[in-house]
Structure formats: structure tokens, C-alpha cells
């Protein structure tokens, strides 16, 4: 995939990339004391083994070339050394030693999230992200964002090609910020180069991972786990900034979330018209659907049902309810209860009843998914 090849060169992803850092070799130093000590440990392997390298080459070269069968030399016959013998189980070893040491000591800094200054849970989710501050009343969905005329070849390719989302993740720098990592289904991995982080997220698991990011900034990740069809349009995206600018961003954050819900309270006593429940539906399922059930509505045949004349659509509406707020056990169908607001799921349910000739002229409205939201 087009993002792999980048990662796999060794691309810097920050707020743009430069035509010298597509190709450059080795590992970055990223923008974490992890991070250093990651890169300073794959130095000092590569320097021993680049020593290593030369040495046995180096002797084993001079060996074919000064003491061959041409220049007259003749093998010498013996059985058996114990200097020989010691030589070569104990230099092994303390290499072994000197290398062990400080790699021991950098994993287990690693994998110590002790004491954090700030919790996130993250979720992954085909093939989306889910953040929540767990110290904060804070969540969101963070979302590919490239253009789908960029993914088509119909607009030319942006900067950060892939590797855009509609909300990325924000954390303060100079904070210990703990990351608890799971899934809402299959094995997804959450990864950050310049954080030195790469841990799987598997459903019905919690792993955990930290970083303490030193410099403010955009830092650029993936999904590194192979997670079904849209694996490679799941890309990370975290911004670090000052401890001061963090906290206005959450007390926004928090704001528009309670501005949402008060919101959703208003709609609920209210009906939209059919033209705004298509408009608005349409736009949703596009986002959110159209990348399964095709935009069209025709699905992929044996892979993704259709919606187009089908019988959930056309007939049992509690049933079509139901199936997108909880998802379908088994298959890549995800619940969408918590991804989207009452209105928001009113009106692609409505669309999707509505669209592409299925013309039930049924709408359902927020108090109809709120009903179901409480068993009624």
C-alpha cells in the first residue's frame, strides 16, 4: 500500500515532507526519551554487528586469499583446542551480555505505564479510531480524511496522502499520557513511529503503551495490522501541544460535546422533513457506509449485502434499526450506537430506506432511535 512504502523508507511524518526525508534509510530519533533510547539501542546492535561483520569477513577473506592452495600454503593438522574452545563460547557470550543489558533496561522502561498524568483509551474499529479521555468527559471517532478523488486518481495527491483525519488526537507534552488499546472486533495495532509505540489492539484485551513527547507537533501513524479491507485508510494522527493550549483545547472539547447533547435533547421533540433526513442521511452513509454497501447500495456480492431492494430496507424497520445501532455479530457490520447521534442515525436509516428505488416513504426520526436506545 502507498503508506507502507513511505513508513517502510523511513518518511518523516510531520506537518510536511520534505524530498530528502522520503529517502532516508535508518530509524529517527522521534520526539520521545523512549524514542532516543529505542534509536541509541539499534545503533549500538548495528555498530556490533557491522564489528562482527568486519571481523569474521575480514578474516575469513584474508584466509582465501593468503593462505590459498596457489601461494603453496599448506593446511596445518591438528585435533582439537581448548583455547580455541574457550575463545569462542565466551567472546559470544559477552557479547551476548552487552547487548542484552541495555536492551533489557530500554523494554522494561517501555512497558512501564505507571503514574500517568493523563489516560486515553483507544479503540479501534473497522477502520476508524475511537479516543476517550478518561479524565475528561471527552470522545470522538478520528476518521480518514483524504478526498476520495485522491484515493481514485481523479485529484492529485495531497502531502500527508492517507495520513489525514477529521479529528486527530491531542496531548499535552511534557505529560506522562497513558494509552489503554483494545478493539471493538478484529486485531487492529495502534502506531506511532515518532513515539516509539506500536501495540496490538485486541478485542476483549486491554494492552497499554506511554510517551512523553518533548516537542509539540503533528506526528503521523497507522494501523500496522492487517484488519480487512480498508486496513490502509486507518491512519493515526496525534498533535502534541504546550500543557496550556491542551487544556483550552479539552474545555472546547467538553463544550461542544455538552452543546451536542443538549442539542440532541431539542431534536428530540422534533420532526425533520424527508428532504432533510435524505440530505443529511445521504452525507452520512457516504462517510460511513458507502465503503461496504458500495454508493450505490448494491453491496459486494458475497462479501458486503446490499441494501438496494433488500428485504431490511424495504420491510422490518425495527429490525434495520436495531442491526445499525448494535451491528451484526460475526461480520464487519459495526454498531454505530455510539459512532453517530440519534438525528444522525435517524436520517441514514431514513436514507437508506428511501435511496436508490427502495422508496418505503417511511422516516424515522431521533425519538424513534431513542426509543430503541431504551428498549421501548
Known amino acids: 500500500m502507498a503508506m507502507l512504502s513511505a513508513f517502510q523508507s523511513g518518511t518523516v511524518f510531520a506537518e510536511s515532507v520534505s524530498d530528502l526525508d522520503q529517502y532516508q534509510l535508518n530509524m529517527r530519533k522521534g520526539v520521545t526519551d523512549i524514542s532516543a533510547d529505542v534509536y541509541d539501542l539499534h545503533m549500538l546492535m548495528f555498530i556490533i554487528c557491522v564489528v562482527i561483520a568486519v571481523g569474521v569477513f575480514g578474516a575469513m577473506f584474508y584466509s582465501i586469499l593468503f593462505h590459498r592452495k596457489s601461494r603453496g600454503a599448506k593446511p596445518a593438522n591438528f585435533h582439537e583446542s581448548v583455547k580455541v574452545e574457550i575463545a569462542w563460547t565466551v567472546i559470544p557470550f559477552v557479547i551476548l551480555i552487552v547487548m542484552a543489558v541495555p536492551a533489557a533496561k530500554t523494554l522494561i522502561a517501555m512497558e512501564d505505564a505507571s503514574e500517568p498524568d493523563i489516560t486515553v483509551l483507544v479503540t479501534g474499529s473497522q477502520w476508524k479510531w475511537h479516543y476517550k479521555y478518561m479524565d475528561n468527559d471527552v470522545e470522538f471517532y478520528s476518521r480518514l480524511a483524504t478526498q476520495a478523488g485522491e484515493i481514485s486518481g481523479k485529484l492529485d495527491k495531497g502531502v500527508n496522502y492517507l495520513?489525514?483525519?477529521?479529528?486527530?488526537?491531542?496531548?499535552?507534552?511534557?505529560?506522562?499520557?497513558?494509552?489503554?488499546?483494545?478493539?471493538?472486533?478484529?486485531?487492529?495495532?495502534?502506531?506511532?513511529?515518532d513515539f516509539a509505540i506500536k501495540q496490538d489492539a485486541n478485542p476483549g484485551f486491554i494492552n497499554d503503551a506511554w510517551t512523553k513527547v518533548n516537542e509539540p507537533g503533528i506526528y503521523r501513524g497507522q494501523c500496522a495490522e492487517l484488519c480487512g479491507k480498508d486496513h490502509g485508510f486507518m491512519?493515526?494522527?496525534?498533535?502534541?501541544?504546550?500543557?496550556?493550549?491542551?487544556?483550552?483545547?479539552?474545555?472546547?472539547?467538553?463544550?461542544?460535546q455538552e452543546k451536542a447533547k443538549a442539542e440532541e435533547q431539542r431534536l428530540l421533540a422534533m420532526n425533520m422533513s424527508k428532504d432533510e433526513l435524505m440530505s443529511n442521511g445521504q452525507k452520512i452513509?457516504?462517510?460511513?457506509?458507502?465503503?461496504?454497501h458500495m454508493p450505490n447500495g448494491e453491496g459486494l456480492p458475497g462479501v458486503f449485502p446490499a441494501l438496494k431492494g433488500s428485504n431490511i430496507a424495504l420491510n422490518d424497520m425495527a429490525a434495520h434499526i436495531d442491526i445499525v445501532l448494535n451491528g451484526k455479530s460475526g461480520t464487519a457490520m459495526a454498531a454505530f450506537a455510539k459512532q453517530l447521534s440519534m438525528s444522525e442515525l435517524a436520517a441514514v436509516i431514513t436514507f437508506e430506506r428511501n435511496a436508490w428505488g427502495n422508496d418505503t416513504d417511511e422516516l424515522v426520526q431521533a425519538k424513534d432511535i431513542n426509543a430503541a436506545l431504551n428498549g421501548q
Request: aromatic share 10%; with cysteine.
Open 163 to 193: 495520513l489525514e483525519v477529521d479529528q486527530p488526537l491531542v496531548i499535552p507534552t511534557d505529560k506522562r499520557v497513558r494509552f489503554l488499546i483494545t478493539s471493538d472486533d478484529v486485531i487492529h495495532s495502534w502506531w506511532v513511529p
Open 285 to 292: 452513509y457516504t462517510a460511513n457506509c458507502a465503503a461496504c
Open 235 to 256: 491512519p493515526v494522527v496525534v498533535i502534541a501541544k504546550e500543557p496550556a493550549e491542551y487544556d483550552k483545547w479539552i474545555g472546547e472539547r467538553q463544550a461542544i
